[in-house]
Each structure stands twice: as structure tokens, then as C-alpha cells.
């Protein structure tokens, strides 16, 4: 099995910053990448930022250039930093991985999620 887990959401000002963590654990052989995803009441699920084992980036529209995604390899972790926050950045935020476990499965796990609030 495969677990992933989310910390560092909150409240914050418009204008303010956080930064969130993501770890994943269990049976883990590879990961192939890591990403954010965020859901705002009403509205789908979307990609955030993503990132893979190589290194390469992805970004959505309307967070380019505020939000950054690292990943640290060795200890299968990501972290979102989080700058120049806007209200319509409000939304429960979730970390997801893709990869191989050590039985040779694919798996496609998420994090329960993190509120990130920003208030105007």
C-alpha cells in the first residue's frame, strides 16, 4: 500500500504565502511524479502543479509565476510553496503520486486533502 499525506494548510491574507508538504510512503519502488491539485466548492477538481522524477514542471494558468513545486527524491516528498495568494486561490488542496511499488503494481494514490483559505 501506498499512503500520502498533506500538511501546512490555513488561513492567510491576500497577499500572503504558504507552503505545503506532501509526503508518500508504504511499498514505493519508483515515483514517476507528484503533483497539487485543488478543488474549490462547486467547481472540479484541477491540477495545480506537477512535477516529475526528472525534474520537469507543470503549471496551471492562473498560478504561474506565484507557485512553486519541489520535490525531494530520496525521501519521496513534494512541497508547494505558495505566494501572492488571492481569495480565488481558496480550495482544499490535494497531493497525489504515481509510481511502481516494490511488488511491480502501478499505483495512483491520494492525500486526504488541506484547506488552504485566503481571505480578502
Known amino acids: 500500500q501506498v499512503q500520502v499525506v498533506e500538511s501546512g494548510g490555513g488561513l492567510v491574507q491576500a497577499g500572503g504565502s504558504l507552503r505545503l508538504s506532501c509526503a508518500a510512503s508504504?511499498?514505493?519502488?519508483?515515483?514517476?511524479?507528484m503533483g497539487w491539485y485543488r478543488q474549490a466548492p462547486g467547481k472540479q477538481r484541477e491540477l495545480v502543479a506537477s512535477?516529475?522524477?526528472?525534474?520537469?514542471?507543470r503549471y496551471s494558468d492562473s498560478v504561474k509565476g506565484r507557485y512553486t513545486i519541489s520535490r525531494a527524491n530520496a525521501k519521496n516528498t513534494v512541497s508547494l510553496q505558495m505566494n501572492s495568494l488571492r481569495p480565488e486561490d481558496t480550495a482544499v488542496y490535494y497531493c497525489?503520486?504515481?509510481?511502481?511499488?516494490?511488488?511491480?503494481?502501478?499505483?495512483?494514490?491520494w492525500g486526504q486533502g488541506t484547506q488552504v483559505t485566503v481571505s480578502s
Open positions: 497525489n503520486a504515481v509510481g511502481t511499488t516494490v511488488t511491480m503494481r502501478t499505483f495512483d494514490s
Open positions: 508504504g511499498i514505493i519502488a519508483t515515483i514517476n511524479g
Open positions: 512535477i516529475t522524477s526528472g525534474g520537469s514542471t
